[in-house]
T-cell receptor
Framework: EDKVVQSPLSLVVHEGDTVTLNCSYE??????LLWYKQEKKAPTFLFML????IEKKSGRLSSILDKKELSSILNITATQTGDSAIYLC???????????FGKGTKLSVIP | EPEVTQTPSHQVTQMGQEVILRCVPI?????FYWYRQILGQKVEFLVS????????KSEIFDDQFSVERPDGSNFTLKIRSTKLEDSAMYFC?????????????FGEGSRLTVL
C-alpha cells in the first residue's frame, strides 16, 4: 500500500521567515510527486516532480525531489500571511491513476 | 482560466437517502476522479474514470457508490442509501494528459452532511 508521511503536521512562523516542509513516501513504481496548497476548500496545484535533484521554483516557493531518500521538500521563503494553508504532498505510482495524499502540514504565518 | 465546477456546494440529507453530486470537468480533459476528505482527515481517492468506464477504484468505493458521465460535460457521483460516515467533502478532479502524469485540477468540493 502506498504511503505518504508529511512533517511537521503543523507549523507557526512569523512573516518573513523561511520554512521547509517535508514529505516522505513509499510507493510501488514511483511515477511522480505533487505538492498542493489547500486553503478553504479545493487543493490547488503547486508543483509536480518526477526527476531527482531538479528544483522547481515558482516565486517564493520551491521544491525538490530526492528519489534515493524517497522524499521531497517544499521551501517557502519570506513567508506572508497569505501563505497560511495546509500543504499537501501526494504521490502517483506507475500504472495507477490515483494520488495518495499525506495528512498535510498546516502552516500558520502570523504578522 | 478553465476550472472544475461542482454542485451543490453543500448538501444535507437524512441517513438512507440517495444523493447525487455533480461535476463539470475542464472541457478538454479525459480523466476524471472523485476524492473525499472527512473533516480533519486526509484526502482519499475514491474512483477514476476514463473512456466512459471506471479505470480504478479504492476500497471505499463499494456498491453504495456509482459514477456516471451521462453527457459530454457532466460527471456524477451517486451515493445510495447514505450513512452517517459518508459525511465528508467530496472533490471532483480532472486531468488532461496521457498516461498517469500531469496535474489534477480539483473543484471547490461538495460538502455532504448526513444526519
Amino acid at each position: 500500500e502506498d504511503k505518504v508521511v508529511q512533517s511537521p503536521l503543523s507549523l507557526v512562523v512569523h512573516e518573513g521567515d523561511t520554512v521547509t516542509l517535508n514529505c516522505s513516501y513509499e510507493v510501488t513504481n514511483f511515477r511522480s510527486l505533487l505538492w498542493y496548497k489547500q486553503e478553504k476548500k479545493a487543493p490547488t496545484f503547486l508543483f509536480m516532480l518526477t526527476s531527482s535533484g531538479i528544483e522547481k521554483k515558482s516565486g517564493r516557493l520551491s521544491s525538490i525531489l530526492d528519489k534515493k531518500e524517497l522524499s521531497s521538500i517544499l521551501n517557502i521563503t519570506a513567508t506572508q500571511t497569505g501563505d497560511s494553508a495546509i500543504y499537501l504532498c501526494a504521490v502517483v505510482g506507475a500504472g495507477s491513476y490515483q494520488l495518495t495524499f499525506g495528512k498535510g502540514t498546516k502552516l500558520s504565518v502570523i504578522p | 482560466e478553465p476550472e472544475v465546477t461542482q454542485t451543490p456546494s453543500h448538501q444535507v440529507t437524512q441517513m438512507g437517502q440517495e444523493v447525487i453530486l455533480r461535476c463539470v470537468p475542464i472541457s478538454n480533459h479525459l480523466y476524471f476522479y472523485w476524492y473525499r476528505q472527512i473533516l480533519g482527515q486526509k484526502v482519499e481517492f475514491l474512483v477514476s474514470f476514463y473512456n466512459n468506464e471506471i479505470s480504478e477504484k479504492s476500497e471505499i468505493f463499494d456498491d453504495q457508490f456509482s459514477v456516471e458521465r451521462p453527457d459530454g460535460s457532466n460527471f456524477t457521483l451517486k451515493i445510495r442509501s447514505t450513512k452517517l460516515e459518508d459525511s465528508a467533502m467530496y472533490f471532483c478532479a480532472s486531468r488532461g494528459g496521457q498516461g498517469n502524469t500531469g496535474e489534477l485540477f480539483f473543484g471547490e468540493g461538495s460538502r455532504l452532511t448526513v444526519l
